[in-house]
């Protein structure tokens, strides 16, 4: 049995307990906060330093992606292996390279960018890449709410309540529906010019949308469908096509449990979701599975 | 640069000709047939022994699944990898150890089962348990040519010529549609009864048609789909679904090139796609795709 911490109590943290929950090679030691507060949450404890926990081999950095690489090193060096959901796919590169040495230094394993994009869409991408070397892969994501683009509506003045919704229209192109709680003071045309000519919006078909309260059109529910048309060999026109409509922080603490396993099978080091063999994410042996599902 | 031979030219090989000369990173050293009978095809040496083609690295066993345990345990004995798209299901495991000895003892890797099914469809019936661990995967292939089928029916008494293809109903029931051409002496009645008490047949709804010339009606156009609908941690109704609308003989040979690669990666032995990070297909360097993809 392989011994977890959650580190963070958002939304990936709590659907976090019920997938180590359910693993059945798994025991849940607890739950680290920076300020505990609660003692515990669904009989987990609650601690704020993990050495109050006993022995932990893994630990889901279910925290914010700017406080990963701080958080992961610490952990690292004290030789738990770490499993992060970093989502900035730009700097994932850095971020694997500088975990890499934290892992090597504690003797264990560091997950780098598992979820579903980045995780499970990365190697679904790379699957098609070898199904047919050439062609063009498109990933359309939503409908669903989109975290980022929230954040920066909310920032908004005259904004008291926002959501963010992504809406596929093909060819990785997408149109922002963007729902706005407005304070008493102000008016939509200004909000909406606001956020209209803000870098994360100006770029994209956005439109405003004044709502009474922004709470009643929040769900978590969230989507993917990757197309890619292509060439193997010399032969064109081979068509690929991968949906799926899931709970966002259910699906993504989920790869996470599924990760821990990795993380204690591979060799010292930092890796990302597409350089770890997948039987690697699944409980019991290789035999198991390689009878089922091959 | 990977130098690979092609072992036997039917439409794998062939096909494989055009994937191994599109590769990047590969030289194409030439073909070996048991009767070589022609010197060259589209410029390809063909041999009858694999001595003849100066040193070769990896070879493509493009030949029927019944001959794939003999033949790779000769060329993996030899320090030769092996790449094989074996496809009887329930025997892989044993396929997979056997190679393994070999493997170990010429100190090389053997890609076991690679193509569509099994191979990148069982990486993504993989992936999919690690995103929801409860729940049922439907696999549902075609609509295309089942090659096991129609030798079946070739087998039968008053059949010239046969096609039998494979419909997908959903839940992974399959419909049998058989086209037969007839010898002259023979009634519809009697080859259609034949056909639907054969064990290949009897549990399917089959139908039974006859026409002119079969070999009107043959194209390499497969397809499957994957659904999956399950529970991530505590949380139901995740929805998954992997489609594609490929040519057969193109991809399984496009699949087989890209094990090459991760022949060569691997440490020695035996290994089936789900074993192999995805990253090992892809040529270049880890960090270019971690960039592009993850």
Known sequence: MYRVAIVGLGNIGRFAIDAVNDAPDM??????????????????PIVENVGELGKVDVVLLCTPSRSVEDTAVTYLLKGIATVDSYDVHSKINGLRENLDKAAKAGNCAAV???????????????????????????????????????????????VAGALSMTIP?????????????????????DVAADIKADPYFSSDETHVIAV?????????????NMVRK?????????????SMKINNPA??????????????????????????PVVDFLPGDREHWVAKLV
Chains 1, 2 share one sequence.
Not at 31 to 39: I, L, M
Not at 230 to 242: K, L, M, P, Y
């Open 251 to 276: 699906v993504t603490s989920q790869i996470m449990v599924s990760c821990v396993r990795a993380a204690m099978r591979q060799k010292p080091g930092a890796y990302t979701m597409i350089e770890i």
């Open 27 to 44: 025991e849940l030691a607890g739950v680290v906060r920076r300020k505990a507060g609660e003692k515990e949450v669904r009989g987990v």
């Open 112 to 158: 780098v960018s598992a979820g579903w994009d980045p995780g499970s869409n990365s190697i679904v991408r790379a699957l098609l890449e070898a199904c047919a070397p050439k062609g063009i892969t498109y990933t359309n994501f939503g409908p669903g709410m989109s975290m980022g683009h929230t954040v920066v509506v909310k920032s908004k003045k005259g």
């Open 212 to 224: 009474k309260d922004v709470s009643r059109l929040i769900d978590m529910g969230h989507g993917v």
């Open 230 to 242: 292509g060439v193997s060999g010399a032969t064109h026109n081979q068509i690929f096509e991968f």
């Open 169 to 189: 229209t093909g060819t990785g192109v997408h149109r922002r529906m963007v729902y706005v709680q407005l304070e008493l003071s102000a008016k939509l045309e």
